[in-house]
């Protein structure tokens, strides 16, 4: 317990600090007070296939719990819906369980807010399949896992097949249309892959099948999306869409890995990468699942607006807030500094833009004041590094666009020397990457993700009631893969899974930023899919891309193996090209060789670590070139070189406990923790009140308990800091909590 409070110690400091600096804090609402009678949903994965009459005899005992699904094929297990104590007990007396997991809350990855021709899909209508029809997805079964479709939009009708709600157990996914609970979301998706009628989808003719997982809000349980999952199996999908997830990136939890067993019986699976960047390691399960084609989000052709002020030098990209006016200036316009935003602050600005600093109140109300004040639009500038992505609400009466911190500075600076003019400059821009689109690299495996990227931002597709509307999100770019991939599979019946997602990660345009540098692999993948060049591709890299791991002084080099296929009808010459060099890194490649028609090989690769990086480097990322006949095959590749500096602590949630006075709280640890535990802090003082939980040498994965609260909270807002500790390193994330309406 000694080192635990030295690390506390520090841990205590973070905190304050983290406080005094007014960075962001969340707030859950006041709970709601509990009863003994409250209901959880745990997932057991067992060695067997489950049996449902020696389940339910094993059930009789107790008095709460149900089966809610058997998963037979996805995943071997079941899930149960009863009151915590008893599925605990459950899980204890069951000699069929292997591991326990709680039911996480997946939602939908998006945002209010010619993209077929970019990712090159008219192209593909020009090549036929081997019964002589062109490319339309004609006969590929595609089922969307999500919030339902709306099956009666005209431009739908014609490719809906059928498929079943998991939210209210019938044969009836239609997406919920009733005020309180509305969504619009798989429809949106569904359209980008099947729309056949005012709009085209990517694959138009393909046999569509609704799962629907998520209800009101968007939201559902893990079980729901694992029960789907099997049931495509049992349905014999080709490719399912996920444009769903949660924030816990780890490879290991149960959809996840449902869905690599879904790939492994021949399901090509898709999924949203999430929408939690710009950072890194922010990508979130199912995106995390290494068979499954992670897919992040770029940009189609925009028309993007720059910001031009005399005495700066450059450029200023501006980035429009979501639920904002269209920023649309064609002339000069006076600009003021409007300090953060505050009622009153905001001077002289009748027919000007106002500059405006984030943080201290919300990005809504800034705008609403320079509104009053007669703005005509406001710049948003970051008060942290980096650029940042917002919304404002729909009623917002002017446009508003953000920029990043040092640009904002530079201009606020200058407008209290002279009046400044700002000038909007507008370029035609394609096949950037979305801010809001999550990185990887994947904890535990690193594995390079997302796989690929697809058109994101401002994508226009059905949703209900014979409707039309642009939505953004990595939600929207899986279904462009989904698309892709059932035109894959009708051109190429036979290729398996692996194959068809190296095809569209072996022919991928790798994309530049705005200052025409190479995006991170963990950042973009391959690169942005072409659909015809994949249909054509003449060889296969297998897999698309290469993790070597943690590399260090006692560890300096790592060997991974890449299956070459020849799909062509002539012998094909390969050999890697090495233009670039690394004085740190040292490549062991085959020598040049060549492969007959429709035949494979499988070769070494080897990375050796010839000195130590000395820079702050913790991720070395690149590409390989394989020339492959006529074409060159970009291979990804990562590596850290220290134990990097992911967060330790993911998917940290507080809830109400089983009975009054008491809390429940998981986490998940991607590597495990030496030291774990959970402090509280009276909110307002930030003084130390006491330890609510300790543990230590805890292995990966999910962490949870039910525990009291001390007598002492009673009536007062505390703040609860979990944090852990692995190998020196430190991490910690809080969670505000009110606890005025628990019951003692």
């Known amino acids: 317990m000694k080192n635990i409070r030295v690390f506390f110690i520090a841990v205590c400091l973070l905190f304050i600090s983290f406080h005094s600096s007014s960075a962001h804090s969340w707030e859950i609402p006041p709970y709601p007070k509990t009863s003994t009678n409250e209901e959880t949903i745990m997932i057991f994965s067992t060695s ?9 005899s094993s059930l009789s005992g107790y008095r709460t719990l149900k089966i809610r699904y058997l998963f037979t094929d996805a995943f071997t297990g079941f899930s149960l819906k009863g009151q915590k104590h008893e599925l605990e007990q459950f ?6 369980v292997k591991t326990v997991f709680e039911s996480n809350v997946y939602t939908t990855d998006f945002i209010n807010s ?3 021709q970019l990712i090159g899909t008219e192209g593909v209508r020009g090549i036929r399949d081997r019964y002589g029809n062109r490319l339309t997805g004609k006969g590929v079964n595609v089922g969307v896992i999500d919030t339902g479709i709306d099956y009666n939009h005209p431009d739908l009708i014609g ?4 498929g079943f709600d998991f939210v209210d157990g019938d044969e009836n996914p239609l997406e919920a249309m009733d005020r309180k609970g509305m969504t619009i979301h798989g429809t949106h998706v569904a359209g980008i892959i099947a729309a056949n009628g005012k709009m085209h989808g990517v694959a138009p003719e393909v046999n569509l099948y609704s799962y629907r997982v998520l209800g009101p809000g968007g939201k559902g349980t893990t079980d729901q999306v694992l029960a ?6 049992k349905d014999k999908m080709d490719v399912i869409n996920l444009s769903l997830g949660t924030n816990i990136n780890g490879p290991d939890l149960p959809v996840s890995m449902a869905l690599n067993n879904a790939v492994a019986k021949g399901i090509i699976a898709v999924t949203s990468n999430g929408n939690s960047g710009p950072n890194m390691w922010t990508v979130g399960s199912p995106g995390t699942s290494s068979s499954a084609i992670s897919v992040g989000a770029s940009t189609p052709t925009l028309n993007s607006p720059y910001l031009s002020v005399p005495s700066i030098n450059g450029n200023i990209p501006l980035s429009p807030l979501h639920g904002s006016k269209k920023w649309s200036f064609d002339r000069s316009v006076p600009l003021v500094d409007g300090g953060i935003g505050k009622r009153g602050e905001i001077k002289k600005a009748e027919g000007k833009i106002v500059l405006i600093k984030r943080g201290g109140n919300t990005f809504t109300e800034k705008v609403l004041n320079a509104a009053k004040a007669g703005a005509l639009g406001v710049i948003l500038y970051n008060n942290t590094d980096g650029e940042f992505a917002g919304m404002v609400d729909k009623e917002c009466p002017i446009p508003v666009a953000s920029i990043p911190r040092n640009s904002g500075e530079k201009i606020q600076s200058e407008t209290k020397r002279k009046a400044l003019l700002a000038t909007t400059i507008y370029k035609k821009e394609a096949d950037l990457l979305a801010d809001f689109s999550s990185r990887g690299p994947v904890t535990v495996n690193w594995s390079v993700k997302p796989d690929v990227t697809a058109p994101g931002v401002a994508i226009n597709s059905t949703i209900p009631r014979g409707d039309y509307t642009a939505l953004q999100g990595t939600s929207m770019a899986a279904p462009f893969v989904t698309g892709a991939a059932a035109l ?22 790798p994309l530049f930023d705005h200052n025409e540098k190479l995006y991170k692999v963990f950042e973009q993948g391959a690169g942005r899919i072409q659909v015809e060049k994949a249909v054509k591709t003449q060889s296969l890299v297998i897999p698309g891309s290469i993790s070597f791991g943690i590399l260090t002084e006692d560890f300096k080099d ?3 193996y890449l299956t070459i296929k020849n799909t062509s009808n002539t012998v094909q010459h390969y050999s890697f090209n090495q233009e670039t060099f690394h004085p740190n890194i040292r490549w062991e490649l085959p020598q040049s060789f060549y492969i007959k028609p429709n035949e494979k090989k499988r070769i070494p690769i080897r990375v050796i670590l010839t000195r130590k990086f000395w820079d702050e480097k913790e991720i070395v990322d690149g590409r390989l070139t394989l020339e492959a006949g006529h074409q060159k095959i970009n291979i990804p590749y990562l590596f850290a070189v220290k134990e990097p500096s992911y967060p330790r602590i993911m998917g940290f949630s507080i809830v109400p406990g089983d009975k009054p006075g008491y809390i429940r709280y998981e986490a998940y640890l991607p590597m495990g923790a030496e030291e774990f535990g959970i402090a509280l802090f009276d909110s307002e003082t930030l003084s130390f009140i006491e330890f609510l939980d300790f543990k230590d040498h805890i292995g990966a994965g999910m962490i949870d308990n039910q525990l009291s609260l001390p007598k002492q909270t009673f009536l007062r807002k505390i703040t609860a800091v979990a944090f852990a500790k692995n190998k020196g390193e430190e991490d910690f994330e809080e969670w505000s909590i009110p606890l005025k309406n628990i019951e003692y």
């Open 159 to 162: 490719s809906y097949k059928g």
């Open 488 to 509: 894959m599979k009708q051109a190429h019946p036979t290729w398996k899974p692996e194959e068809v997602k190296a095809a569209l990660m072996n022919t991928a345009k």
């Open 228 to 233: 789907a999952i099997d049931r495509s199996i």
């Open 91 to 96: 899980a204890k007396n069951f000699h069929q």
């Open 558 to 560: 790592r060997t991974r």
């Open 48 to 56: 067997e296939r489950p049996d449902e009459n020696v389940i339910q």
């Open 114 to 116: 010619g993209n077929n």
